[in-house]
């Protein structure tokens, strides 16, 4: 049975489902962060469960071909980070990794905004650009959260 799915669990096929598959987990932050199908599937385990198995059998896949320890070469340069990124399940890895990250940093806002009542424009903005660059959406956001929050807080 593992061999069936191993086939159709190629690395475009992860890749895609991961891609896709995270965007209803992104609507939800937006236009319901309150929400108990939100809580559910955003706020709890239940995301981080789902990509990281992905990120698991890609690891596996990495490890059955021997490079598992090809990743250390990223620290080397740029030069030997593009060599570790031209095997496509390292970049895939590093995709799911991103993926979950910004996620994260998504639910995060979403959940912080419901806190200090920042405005849906505000929310809607900031999850938009998280979810396209996570650094700068996470910024923009605590930009605007020190005027609803009347603190600033470098530490939360």
Known sequence: ???????YLDVENIYLIANWGVV??????????DSKLTK??????????????????????????????????????????????????????FWLHFLSISLFVGSWIARDSLRYSVPKIILVISLTITYFSGPVGILIYWFFRIFFAKKISLNE
């Open 40 to 93: 559910f599937f955003v706020y709890s385990v239940v995301t981080p469960l789902l990509l990281s198995t992905a990120y698991i059998f890609i690891g596996y896949k990495i490890y059955l071909e021997g490079e598992i320890f090809g990743a250390f070469g990223l620290y080397n340069g740029l030069e030997d980070l593009y060599a570790v990124f031209s095997n496509e399940n390292f970049l895939l890895i």
């Open 1 to 7: 049975m593992l061999d069936n799915m191993e086939f």
């Open 24 to 33: 209803p987990f992104w609507l939800l932050l937006i236009f319901a962060p």
